[in-house]
């Protein structure tokens, strides 16, 4: 007897063995991926759904400041009215005033613009 030499066992595996752990791997990483992508898709709908709802929010604001300032104002006196014709600052003002409506048309027309673009591009995305 030879106490001196250790024994040595050597672990064989066989294929079967190892191929149901190797299958139940794969379907737990299946999964995995799978509610990775749905979790990943999920989260940009959400952005693009406020996206969308700030940019709306952006041209109701514009169309209430539009429409407040171009309300009709009260009728003036007819004196009040000959001086402001002539008056080289209130004709300034009135320029101005206009200049800001076209922009702020201008700016109006871009946000409707804009959502009509989101709302093309959302919808062949949420049909499959």
């Excluded at 066989?14 to 149901?20: D, I, Q």
Aim: a positive charge.
């Amino acid at each position: 007897m030879n106490l001196w030499r250790t024994r040595t066992f050597a672990i064989r595996t066989s294929f079967r063995s190892v191929l149901p752990a190797v299958a139940a791997c794969g379907l737990v990483l299946f999964f995995i991926i799978g509610n990775h992508r749905q979790s990943r898709l999920a989260q940009e709908a959400l952005a693009r759904a406020t996206a969308a709802e700030q940019a709306a929010a952006r041209a109701r604001a514009d169309a209430e400041q539009a429409r407040a300032q171009t309300q009709p104002q009260p009728p003036k006196d007819a004196a009040v009215r000959r001086t402001s014709r002539h008056d080289a600052k209130a004709a300034e003002r009135l320029n101005q005033l206009y200049d800001e409506i076209m922009s702020l048309s201008n700016i109006q027309q871009r946000i409707q613009s804009d959502l009509s673009n989101l709302r093309a591009k959302s919808a062949p995305e949420a049909t499959p």
